[in-house]
């Protein structure tokens, strides 16, 4: 089982449409979480932390529920520029603080 | 913000060749950094995880001989590629941890673009 796991994609909504994307993590002693977008060809870039209380940035608010080790992102109105790839990443610190990352769904916002 | 330059961006070589990158953290002191690759439609796998002043960690299935890792100082960290070949063609990014700022989001590099012909 891989240690984090995202949605298969890749998700083609139409601009304007609310998405989620889920995520599921396999180490209980994990103690950071976010969200990473990666455009075509370019390195990850932090889109949010995960906090357990939730968190809103604007569009895009992430959910975390520990009991479950599970993690979402829903971003509403979504926009053209949101097509990219979101990356799941889990922070486990005894590894090291290393960065596990999800395989990423890919979105794709048409008009 | 802080930033992480990585050096080159893309490189074209032989194969048999080596090829170093370069990793530096341009405003902060990072006395960890990450390698990671990335192959097409993959997500990124850690290679190894590079201390100021001792020996990198390499994660399983990394040949440490392969991918030499130097982290000489607070500020940069180097990755060579020794004796690449065409199955090493990859995306090879480094992030670096602000040793100021403890657990924070990671910082990545702009990753290199490594094709061996």
């Known amino acids: 089982r891989k240690e984090v796991e995202q949605d298969p994609g890749p998700f083609n909504v139409p601009e304007g449409a609310t998405v989620a994307f889920n995520c599921t993590y396999s180490n209980s002693a994990s103690q950071s979480f976010f969200w990473y977008r990666q455009d075509c060809r370019k390195e990850p870039k932090l889109l949010m932390s995960?906090?357990?209380s939730g968190n809103e940035d604007g569009r895009f608010t992430a959910q975390l529920n520990r009991a479950s080790q599970y993690i979402s992102l829903l971003i509403r109105d979504s926009k053209l520029s949101d097509s990219a790839t979101y990356l799941c990443v889990v922070n486990t610190y005894n590894q090291g603080g290393k960065l596990i990352f999800g395989q990423g769904t890919e979105l794709s916002v048409k008009p | 913000g802080a930033v992480v330059s990585q050096h080159p961006s893309w490189v074209i070589c032989k194969s048999g060749t080596s090829v170093k990158i370069e990793c530096r953290s341009l405003?902060?002191?990072?006395?960890?950094m990450f390698w990671y690759r990335q192959f097409p439609k993959q997500s990124l796998m850690l290679m190894a995880t590079s201390n100021e002043g001792s020996k990198a960690t390499y994660e399983q299935g990394v040949e440490k001989d392969k991918f030499l890792i130097n982290h000489a100082s607070l500020t940069l960290s180097t990755l060579t590629v020794t004796s690449a070949h065409p199955e090493d063609s990859s995306f090879y990014i480094c992030?670096?941890?602000?040793?100021?700022?403890?657990?924070?989001?990671?910082?990545f590099g702009n990753g290199t673009r490594l094709t061996v012909t």
């Open positions: 992030s670096a941890m602000d040793r100021d700022k403890g657990n924070s989001p990671l910082h």
């Open positions: 405003d902060f002191q990072a006395t960890t």
């Open positions: 995960v906090y357990s």
